[in-house]
């Protein structure tokens, strides 16, 4: 018996690197690196294609780039930028720490400042493709909860307001487009991916969220992570929402005593959000719904 349960710990265990992996170090493709260019503002981009979605943001003196996407993608991103302006890329700002956000990093120029949160900066650091390129595009600047860079029109305000995707989601505001990037804590219209590995929670997401909303003034458009449109505010206070519910309901359904394998089949999309676009599709990563039962039954503990 010992022993079974042995083996089973050690294969949930491989599971969960798979799936922290497969964030990291996507695979690579001989295929050709095609990114697409969306105008959000004046000068405002966002590069989709390669991973998560690039903002790019033209300021007087230079360019501010949002997120690097997987491996191999820096370089394509540095030459999609040279379309639109003739401005050098001067600071790059992760959301996050997973690999299809921060991979491409290490094809930016050297001399790129390059600011995160200071939990994502720690989380950075363990992961290879930065100590195999001797830890360039690691970041040169953190904050812990705000920070502003540049003023005016060049303005852009980073908030951190708690755990949810990872534990250092950075929400990237520019106050004179009244926009911001918010990276995967609302990645899109689903279940978000938490990965416990880097801090994330499925308890506090919803309390995060709420955070952001009521922390945030005098924004009207987000960039999403994954999203292939943009969302609104509104969007966000009712992706609070739909976060609480799945939280009340996946309380309810470990305080029953099912198990987490045995709960995850009974989780549907309530269709009040089904009218409202989101997708009751539920990635694998990080362990699906049986994933996010497990985290948040460590962290009822």
């Avoid at 994502?120 to 812990?144: H, L, S, Y």
């Avoid at 709960?263 to 997708?279: C, F, N, Q, T």
């Amino acid at each position: 018996m010992k022993r079974i349960y042995v083996l089973g710990l050690l294969i949930a265990i491989g599971a969960a690197s798979l799936g922290v992996r497969a964030y990291e170090q996507a695979p690579q493709q001989n295929a050709p690196k095609v990114i697409d260019v969306d105008k959000v503002k004046d000068n405002l981009f966002v590069l989709k294609g390669g991973g998560g979605n690039t903002a790019v943001f033209v300021t007087t003196n230079g360019v501010v780039v949002v997120d690097a996407k997987n491996p191999g993608w820096g370089q394509p991103i540095l030459d999609k930028i040279k379309t639109l302006t003739n401005k050098p890329v001067t600071m790059l700002i992760n959301t996050h720490t997973h690999g299809d956000h921060v991979s491409g990093n290490v094809e930016f120029p050297a001399t790129v400042d390059v600011v995160t949160q200071e939990n994502t900066k720690a989380n950075m650091e363990k992961m290879d493709i930065f100590k195999q390129n001797n830890n360039r595009g690691m970041a040169k600047r953190t904050f812990k909860d705000k920070m502003t860079l540049g003023r005016g029109a060049d303005q852009i305000d980073l908030y951190y307001f708690g755990p949810g995707h990872t534990n250092g989601d950075a929400i990237v505001v520019f106050p004179a487009l009244r926009t911001a990037h918010i990276g995967d804590l609302f990645a899109g219209k689903n279940l978000p991916l938490v990965d416990g590995d880097n801090g994330g929670s499925v308890l506090h997401y919803p309390e995060t969220l709420n955070k952001v909303h009521s922390g945030i003034k005098n924004v009207d458009t987000l960039v999403n992570g994954h999203s292939n449109t943009t969302t609104t505010w509104p969007d966000l206070q009712t992706f609070a929402e739909f976060n609480q519910d799945f939280l009340t309901w996946a309380r309810n359904a470990l305080k029953s005593g099912k198990s987490a394998k045995d709960a995850a089949g009974d989780w549907k999309l309530p269709a009040k959000y089904e009218s409202m676009g989101y997708s009751g599709t539920v990635s694998p990563l990080f362990g699906g719904v049986e994933g996010r039962l497990n985290r948040l039954a460590a962290e009822m503990k």
